[in-house]
Nanobody, 121 residues
């Protein structure tokens, strides 16, 4: 079974920083994209940032310049460095990975359980 486990969330003051991590474990053949989403109370889940296996990254406009996504393929881990945090960044942050379980198998999306980020003074 494939599991995604996020960590690194918490309470931070406005202007502060946090680094989220998401580790993919279990039995699988390969991972293509790894993506961070977030969901604030009463709002729809939104894409934060994504990275492809080759290193290409993309960001939601509101996160550009403040957030940095990176991955360590050897550790099957994706990170999200969040700087200059604002109260509106408060949300549950979810990790998503696009995974192929077998060499000749199809691709499927897997999700972590989420980690809470609260930005407040």
């Amino acid at each position: 079974q494939v599991q995604l486990v996020e960590s690194g969330g918490g309470l931070v003051q406005p202007g502060g920083s946090l680094r989220l991590s998401c580790v993919v474990s279990g039995s699988f053949f390969s991972i293509s994209s790894m993506t961070w989403y977030r969901q604030a109370p009463g709002k729809q889940r939104e894409l934060v940032a994504s990275t492809e296996n080759g290193g290409t990254t993309s960001y939601a406009d509101s996160m550009k310049g403040r957030f940095t996504i990176s991955r360590d393929n050897a550790k099957n881990t994706v990170y999200l460095q969040m700087n200059s945090l604002k109260p509106e960044d408060t949300a549950v942050y979810y990790c998503n990975a696009h995974i192929r379980l077998y060499l000749l198998g199809g691709w499927a999306d897997y999700w972590g359980q989420g980690t809470q980020v609260t930005v407040s003074s």
